[in-house]
């Protein structure tokens, strides 16, 4: 787009279809990689993709020439793909419908980097759920705790 010029970031979280424990570290990195080609593909750039072994956070900056919808869509559907293909697990991986997405100033990326890349520490002294309901308080999201992800306790 000629003379458009933007600064978007997003932190986009979603989870494993039920929030189970699939994503295991001996594959994880490769996930990661995958999806950074993915976003990369789509000429979006990925700046942190971490999380633990039911949720996934990602930070990334956008052009405005795709939606966020989009965007997870193809993350969500080439990346359950990848790993059904490769047989990471036994059954069949899906992620759970729905994400958040959460805007960020520039001057927030090295925080929100670091919280990303901290996510297995993190996770050691906080719960998904509890994390999730913080950002959505955080950023003052209106929801029905209804349509949330499957909170599996």
């Keep these: 787009m000629a003379n458009t010029y933007t600064q978007i970031y997003i932190q986009i979280v979603f989870s494993v279809k ?17 999806i950074c080609g993915i ?10 993709i971490g999380g633990v072994s039911d949720h996934i956070h990602i930070l990334i900056s956008m052009k405005p020439d795709i939606s966020i919808s989009d965007l997870v869509r193809d993350i969500k559907a ?10 990471f697990i036994t059954g069949k991986f899906q992620w759970q419908q729905g994400f958040g997405a959460f805007s960020y100033s520039k001057s927030q990326l090295d925080n929100v980097i670091k919280y990303i890349n901290n996510q297995e520490k993190h996770h050691q002294k906080q719960t998904f759920k509890d994390e999730y309901f913080e950002l959505l308080q955080k950023f003052d999201i209106e929801f029905n705790e209804k349509y949330l992800f499957e909170w599996i306790d």
């Design 78 to 87: 080439n990346s359950s793909k990848w790993i059904n293909e490769n047989d």
């Design 39 to 48: 976003i990369n593909a789509k000429e979006q750039k990925a700046y942190a």
């Design 18 to 34: 039920g929030r189970q424990n699939l994503i295991q570290n001996n594959w994880k990195d490769e996930l990661h990689k995958y």
